[in-house]
């Protein structure tokens, strides 16, 4: 009986103790780079209206044809993170989770779209200023989910001195000869015209600026040092459809001697994936916050 109640009272204060945090959902930032408002969801820890303290902030970015959204509603980052936090096994975070659209984090060929430049320029200075935010790169990390997960490696890969760290999961990473052959052009033209060019086939595809926004390019030619500013964190599932980009680019960061984590685990490019490989993002960005 000591036992039963002993278990019941731990059980009851660790109920008691719990503390969940704030979800915001579809919030809105003014544009002038894209012409538009942007929206936004934000998660605030428990403890962030209880106090004065300054939080660090991850990044989270969705995947193809989703939103600001979709981290929450198929995710459960926010009930996720609220889990981790309890269990000390991540930091108090703030979470931002920003709407991309279609546009792969990137800036387009002709400058029309120029969503890297909106969230270096403005949502990551907004979310500073209007946040209470450690603003220092070592109080930053970014993540997110295949289309996302390209986003991350952009935002890391080029902006080194923003981000501490950065976790790609299911990251929509290609060979070069895995974007030259495997969409029809109509698809191809959807999903990539408006970055790259409409129309482009074959090699015609490897445009410069397509290369400036390659992951495995990027590594290939870009500055080690730089590049090792940023802690990685990569995940894909063994039956996904992009695995053979993302082990590429592992076999690339191996050559650069770019120090990183990689892991592939059994699954394939689903939320039931994303959901259980989010624990560990947030362990490996709250460790990474650390001083």
């Known amino acids: 009986m000591k036992t039963f109640n002993t278990i019941f009272l731990l059980f009851f ?7 969940n945090g704030t979800l915001k959902e579809s919030l809105s930032v003014k544009s002038k780079l894209m012409g538009k408002d942007i929206k936004y969801s934000i998660y605030l820890p428990a403890d962030y209206e209880k106090n004065n ?42 979470i931002v989770m920003p709407d991309a659209g279609v546009t792969w984090y990137q800036n387009s060929h002709d400058n029309k779209i120029r969503y890297e430049d909106f969230m270096v320029q403005e949502l990551i200075p907004y979310i500073d200023a209007t946040y209470r935010t450690r603003s220092k790169r070592e109080f930053r990390a970014v993540a997110g989910l295949s289309m996302g997960g390209l986003g991350t490696l952009l935002m890391a890969t080029k902006h080194p001195d923003m981000f ?22 109509a698809s191809w033209d959807n999903a990539f015209g408006e970055l790259y060019g409409k129309g482009l086939a074959g090699k015609d595809r490897l445009t410069a600026h397509y290369y400036k926004n390659a992951p495995i390019k990027i590594v290939e030619t870009g500055n080690a040092d730089d590049l090792k500013k940023v802690k990685y964190y990569i995940d894909c599932g063994d039956d996904d459809f992009l695995i053979k980009g993302n082990m590429a680019l592992h076999a690339m960061m191996i050559d650069k001697k770019i120090p990183h984590e990689f892991r592939v685990r059994d699954g ?24």
């Open 53 to 94: 303290r300054s939080y660090p902030v991850l990044y989270l970015l969705h995947g193809y044809t989703d939103d600001e959204t979709g981290w929450t509603q198929f995710g459960e980052a926010h009930i996720i993170a609220d889990k981790a936090i309890n269990a000390g096994e991540a930091p108090p975070m703030i």
């Open 13 to 19: 204060c660790s109920v008691i103790f719990a503390q």
């Open 164 to 185: 501490v760290a950065a976790a790609p999961l299911s990251a929509a990473v290609w060979t070069d000869e895995e974007f030259t052959s495997s969409r029809d052009q």
């Open 268 to 291: 394939g490019h689903t939320w039931s994936y994303w959901r259980t490989a989010l624990p560990e993002v947030l362990k490996f960005v709250g460790q990474s916050f650390h001083r």
